[in-house]
């Protein structure tokens, strides 16, 4: 039986009220919805630019489809974190080409990053360390890092091992990855290491034009003037440094942005004088999804770049030069300037961000539901705009007459406030809320989780609250 829709927004201002109660949440039990064959990860068709060998797979985990499979999942999952607040894709978004479009990143307890978040995109073909100082000198021993570290997701291994080896899922999918349902973090690095290995971005213009031409300073069919001009330009000046298929050179450099503040890059890793001011130079595939720009997000626009390596190159030395750079930067014309934008947009691969092998298997309905349980066959939606404030939409849907409970708990599991709490119609439900809660206070800034539960399900998605 269905019901008409209706909107909840007045009912909402009725049930919202505050409660002080403490329910922490221990884990969060959606399940993922996965294809019934695995999607193809392990023998990708890549264009003739592409084939020589990923640089840096180890012997004992080549990408497999379980693998990547099970890594997939792992880095769509709020469990990875303290508080099931934060996924790797909270801060590494698909639609991003997986940077979340922040100059710092929100982790599990509201706290900001030191850095801007990088794409991770071919990393496979990136003989370099990993992370802007490249401190991780492998992209198994870098996935772990997130998890342990105390801004970002806040868990230790030995209790990332327990969680996820209760959760219904996980076994089955250790199993079909690697032979035996035993959760381990050195199974758990693996899998993601496969799944981002497996990120290959490959189906850019600037890859059709090479497959064409064969030669990346030959003008390519497919582009216009101005793009062929950027290339040229690109070649000449910025290849050294963003280079080959994956646009990327190893080894970290000075870009000359003048004020490093107290982040000196590799220098703070290796103490060696030579690195100060030294970031892992990134590929710049996708670069008109990945902004803000450089490692402390301080350019919004490929505009502002280019202009800095016109204009704006400062260094420390006697005449400010930097090594690689003519002094003061490159004195580009207008029209140079407007066709290495140009260029850089032709990076942009939109087959790989939306491409599903790649997105949130954790879609928001429920498949882990036991038998004989009423199934509410809800969804909730992530609120949008989000961050959030009075006006941004937050809606759910059910496809049966359920209690509906809608609330926002804070990252520590304590109840802030509830939204609804009625028997909720079938269809899509939505509503705004004003952030003020029982005792007439504002909600403060900061990350929250928004909860539904339908029937027996319970639904969460992260609320970024900036009123
Ligand atoms: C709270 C935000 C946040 C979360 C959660 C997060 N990351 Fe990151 N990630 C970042 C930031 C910021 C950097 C750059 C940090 C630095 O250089 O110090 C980064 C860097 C990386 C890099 C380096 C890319 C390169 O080119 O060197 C990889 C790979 C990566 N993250 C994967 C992951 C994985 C896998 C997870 C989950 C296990 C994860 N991240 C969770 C924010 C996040
Ligand atoms: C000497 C090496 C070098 C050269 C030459 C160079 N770059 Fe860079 N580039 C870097 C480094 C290193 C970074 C990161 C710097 C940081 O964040 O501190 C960077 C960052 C960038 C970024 C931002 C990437 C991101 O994900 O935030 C863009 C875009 C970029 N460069 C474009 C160019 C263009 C266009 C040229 C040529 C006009 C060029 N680069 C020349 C080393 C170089």
Request: net charge negative.
């Amino acid at each position: 039986m269905t019901y008409p829709k209706m909107s909840v927004a007045l009912l909402a201002g009725l049930f919202t009220f505050v409660l002080q109660s403490t329910v922490p949440i221990e884990s969060f039990s959606q399940s993922p919805e996965l294809p019934e064959t695995p999607y193809n990860y392990a023998n990708q068709v890549l264009p003739g630019h592409f084939n020589n060998t990923p640089v840096n797979t180890p012997a004992d985990n080549p990408v497999t489809d379980a693998g990547a499979t099970l890594g997939r999942v792992l880095f769509y999952d709020v469990n990875l974190s303290a508080n099931n607040s934060t996924a790797c894709a909270s801060c590494h978004a698909q639609d991003k080409a997986f940077v979340d479009g922040t100059v710092f990143s929100v982790g599990f307890e509201g706290g900001l990053t030191g850095r801007n978040s990088m794409a991770t995109a071919n990393l496979a073909y990136d003989d370099s360390g990993f992370f802007w100082d490249e401190r991780a000198n492998t992209i198994e021993e870098q996935v772990l890092m997130p998890i342990q570290d105390g801004t970002e997701m806040g868990m230790t291994l030995e209790a990332l091992e327990l969680k996820l080896a209760d959760l219904s899922y996980y076994p089955g999918l250790f199993e079909a990855a690697f032979g035996s349902p035993e959760v381990t973090s050195d199974r758990i690095s693996k899998a993601l290491a496969q799944f981002l290995r497996s990120m290959i971005s490959y189906r850019s213009r600037y890859d059709e034009g090479l497959a064409t031409t064969r030669n990346p300073m030959t003008p390519f069919p497919n582009y216009s003037n101005s793009e062929n001009l950027g290339k040229t330009v690109f070649m000449q000046n910025c290849a050294r440094c963003h280079s080959g298929p994956v646009i990327h050179s190893p080894g970290s450099r000075t870009n000359g942005l003048g004020d490093y503040g107290d982040d000196h890059g590799k220098f703070d890793v290796t103490g060696d004088p030579g690195d100060i001011n030294s970031f892992k130079s990134p590929s710049l595939r996708n670069i008109e999804l990945t902004g803000p720009y450089m490692h402390d997000g301080r350019m919004e626009t490929l505009e502002e770049v280019v202009e800095h390596y016109s204009s704006g190159i400062t260094g420390r030395g006697p005449g400010g030069a930097v090594p690689g750079f003519p002094p003061g930067g490159f004195n580009f014309s207008a029209e140079q300037k407007a066709g290495l934008v140009a260029f850089m947009l032709t990076l942009t691969d939109q087959a790989f961000v939306s491409d599903p092998k790649f997105s949130d298997p954790f879609t928001g309905t429920t498949t882990g539901v036991e038998s004989g349980m009423l199934s509410a066959h809800a969804s909730l939606e992530a609120p949008y705009p989000n961050p959030a404030n009075s006006f941004s939409t937050l809606s759910f849907n059910v496809s049966q007459v359920v209690n509906v409970k809608l609330e926002i708990r804070d990252v520590r599991g304590n109840l802030v406030a509830e939204l609804f709490n009625a028997d909720a119609f079938s269809g899509q439900q939505t509503l705004n809320w004003s952030g003020r809660l029982a005792n007439g206070a504002q909600l403060p800034a900061g990350t929250y989780l928004l909860i539904l539960h339908a029937g027996d399900e319970q639904f969460q998605r992260q609320i970024v609250w900036m009123p």
